[in-house]
């Protein structure tokens, strides 16, 4: 039964997983992306059934007098046969039949003196459990019963006269059934109480956890809001779509602080239908240092003709300004000096990279000649990094991809099984900050929860 009560919000530490590209020595941040996650979770009828049946023994009821009841000269036991079944009904209720054996022994007589006679036969008790889950994180039934179904009456055979003891049985039978609707009750409201879990779990995601030893790399994981759709009553389970809108932050460096615990989990909001399919948003971070590193691979001793002369790229760096990225080239040979292309970064979906759109040039040299030839050299060096530089996403998209699949399809505690597909994944906005580049992946997918082992 635990395994199903951190189901709401414990199993998505490894949805949300990042990785660095490089080893950064300063700290930075990265931005705080809201996201939200929706699935179907499904709870077959059949654990509820093991956890009534686990709480109720075999034998329901033992009669062992025949003077009680105003010397009625009667004894009876009832046993459970069979495991209690449950069926989903059509207005947010559970049928439960509970299958039953009955030994019963009636003495029949005058002035003290009785012919005992005894006679074992079998009916099913019918209950109808009207469920509700409120917004508090517990559930509550209501338990009636729903009358008998009898697979043989009962009848004593003294030989000659037979008598049917239907309504002595049903008399005792109905006020163990009264009773035993309240345990039910009783039973379901304890077990199904999910709010201490709910705080268990909320509680869990105030401790950032390490995703990435190697580049020191921290999330945070904060979930805001939680919705639930009405529950649905099927003939073997119990459907409901669960939303969860989170803040998920990236940090690396040293371990960022905790968020503040809490005492008692938020009341969930229910709304009348969520998506079967979701989108989240995660962030994948590169840092200015690799960015130079696949600049200087691309360019560095790098040659363009100039004027039948040679102008050739010796070092080079990227950096960021304001919302522009900044490559600064070193040159020498015909025109020695630094030139300066600026961009504002986009994703190329083709090229499957980060590229500069709106580029501009600019030369610095103390040479005047030089600057004559730097229209030249600009429709050159600008159109070369144009179609030449970018920051490859191909296997960022494909590892991530990857790692979320992977933490879709897990069980992640027994009984609590996942099940999910990324539809499509790819970056959307590219945003600066003073260290690095942040690609803001926006992912499509489903995912389905699964609830065995109560």
């Given at each position: 039964?635990?395994?199903?009560?951190?189901?709401?919000?414990?199993?998505?530490?490894?949805?949300?997983?990042?990785?660095?590209?490089?080893?950064?020595?300063?700290?930075?941040?990265?931005?705080?992306?809201?996201?939200?996650?929706?699935?179907?979770?499904?709870?077959?009828?059949?654990?509820?059934?093991?956890?009534?049946?686990?709480?109720?023994?075999?034998?329901?009821?033992?009669?062992?007098?025949?003077?009680?009841?105003?010397?009625?000269?009667?004894?009876?036991?009832?046993?459970?046969?069979?495991?209690?079944?449950?069926?989903?009904?059509?207005?947010?209720?559970?049928?439960?039949?509970?299958?039953?054996?009955?030994?019963?022994?009636?003495?029949?007589?005058?002035?003290?003196?009785?012919?005992?006679q005894?006679?074992?036969?079998?009916?099913?008790m019918?209950?109808?459990?009207?469920?509700?889950?409120?917004?508090?994180?517990?559930?509550?039934?209501?338990?009636?019963?729903?009358?008998?179904?009898?697979?043989?009456?009962?009848?004593?055979?003294?030989?000659?006269?037979?008598?049917?003891?239907?309504?002595?049985?049903?008399?005792?039978?109905?006020?163990?059934?009264?009773?035993?609707?309240?345990?039910?009750?009783?039973?379901?409201?304890?077990?199904?109480?999910?709010?201490?879990?709910?705080?268990?779990?909320?509680?869990?995601?105030?401790q950032?956890?390490?995703?990435?030893e190697?580049?020191?790399?921290?999330?945070?994981?904060?979930?805001v809001?939680?919705?639930?759709?009405?529950?649905?009553?099927?003939?073997?389970?119990?459907?409901?779509?669960?939303?969860?809108?989170?803040?998920?932050?990236?940090?690396?460096?040293?371990?960022?602080?905790?968020?503040?615990?809490?005492?008692?989990?938020?009341?969930?909001?229910?709304?009348?239908?969520?998506?079967?399919?979701?989108?989240?948003?995660?962030?994948?971070?590169?840092?200015?240092?690799?960015?130079?590193?696949?600049?200087?691979?691309?360019?560095?001793?790098?040659?363009?003709?100039?004027?039948?002369?040679?102008?050739?790229?010796?070092?080079?760096?990227?950096?960021?300004?304001?919302?522009?990225?900044?490559?600064?080239?070193?040159?020498?040979?015909?025109?020695?000096?630094t030139?300066?292309?600026?961009?504002?970064?986009?994703?190329?979906?083709?090229?499957?990279?980060?590229?500069?759109?709106?580029?501009?040039?600019?030369?610095?040299t103390?040479?005047?000649?030089?600057?004559?030839a730097?229209?030249l050299?600009?429709?050159?060096?600008?159109?070369?990094?144009?179609?030449?530089?970018?920051?490859?996403?191909?296997?960022?998209?494909?590892?991530?991809?990857?790692?979320?699949?992977?933490?879709?399809?897990?069980?992640?505690?027994?009984?609590?099984?996942?099940?999910?597909?990324?539809?499509?994944?790819?970056?959307?906005?590219?945003?600066?900050?003073?260290?690095g580049?942040?690609?803001?992946?926006?992912?499509?997918?489903?995912?389905?929860?699964?609830?065995?082992?109560?």
């Open positions: 039964m635990k395994s199903i009560k951190i189901v709401f919000l414990f199993a998505f530490a490894g949805v949300f997983g990042q990785t660095s590209v490089s080893t950064q020595p300063n700290p930075y941040n990265f931005p705080k992306i809201k996201s939200s996650i929706t699935m179907p979770v499904t709870i077959p009828l059949l654990e509820i059934s093991n956890m009534i049946n686990a709480s109720v023994g075999d034998l329901i009821y033992q009669d062992d007098s025949y003077t009680d009841n105003n010397n009625d000269q009667f004894k009876v036991k009832v046993w459970k046969t069979r495991a209690i079944r449950l069926v989903g009904g059509t207005n947010n209720n559970l049928l439960i039949e509970v299958p039953l054996k009955i030994w019963a022994e009636k003495g029949i007589g005058t002035l003290g003196v009785y012919s005992y005894n006679t074992t036969f079998e009916t099913v019918s209950f109808n459990t009207t469920l509700n889950f409120q917004n508090n994180w517990t559930i509550s039934t209501n338990t009636k019963p729903n009358g008998f179904k009898w697979v043989s009456k009962p009848v004593l055979d003294y030989g000659r006269i037979k008598i049917p003891i239907t309504s002595l049985v049903e008399k005792n039978l109905i006020e163990q059934q009264q009773k035993f609707a309240k345990t039910i009750d009783q039973q379901m409201t304890t077990q199904l109480n999910f709010q201490q879990y709910a705080v268990m779990a909320w509680n869990v995601f105030s950032p956890f390490n995703i990435s190697e580049y020191n790399t921290w999330l945070k994981v904060t979930p809001k939680v919705n639930i759709t009405p529950l649905k009553f099927y003939g073997n389970q119990i459907n409901t779509n669960l939303g969860i809108d989170v803040y998920s932050e990236t940090f690396t460096g040293s371990k960022p602080a905790a968020s503040p615990t809490i005492n008692s989990a938020a009341n969930f909001n229910f709304l009348p239908n969520l998506a079967d399919q979701f989108s989240l948003q995660t962030t994948a971070n590169i840092p200015f240092t690799e960015a130079s590193n696949i600049a200087r691979q691309t360019f560095l001793n790098k040659e363009f003709d100039i004027q039948n002369s040679k102008v050739k790229v010796t070092d080079i760096r990227v950096y960021g300004i304001d919302d522009k990225i900044m490559i600064e080239a070193q040159t020498e040979g015909y025109i020695k000096g030139a300066i292309i600026s961009g504002i970064p986009v994703y190329d979906e083709v090229k499957r990279k980060i590229v500069l759109s709106n580029t501009k040039f600019k030369l610095k103390m040479n005047i000649l030089h600057k004559t730097s229209v050299f600009q429709g050159k060096i600008v159109k070369t990094i144009e179609q030449e530089y970018g920051i490859p996403t191909q296997e960022l998209e494909d590892n991530a991809k990857k790692s979320i699949e992977e933490a879709f399809n897990k069980e992640y505690y027994k009984g609590l099984k996942m099940n999910g597909r990324v539809f499509n994944l790819k970056p959307s906005k590219i945003l600066l900050t003073s260290t580049i942040t690609a803001v992946i926006d992912t499509n997918a489903s995912l389905k929860l699964l609830l065995n082992g109560m």
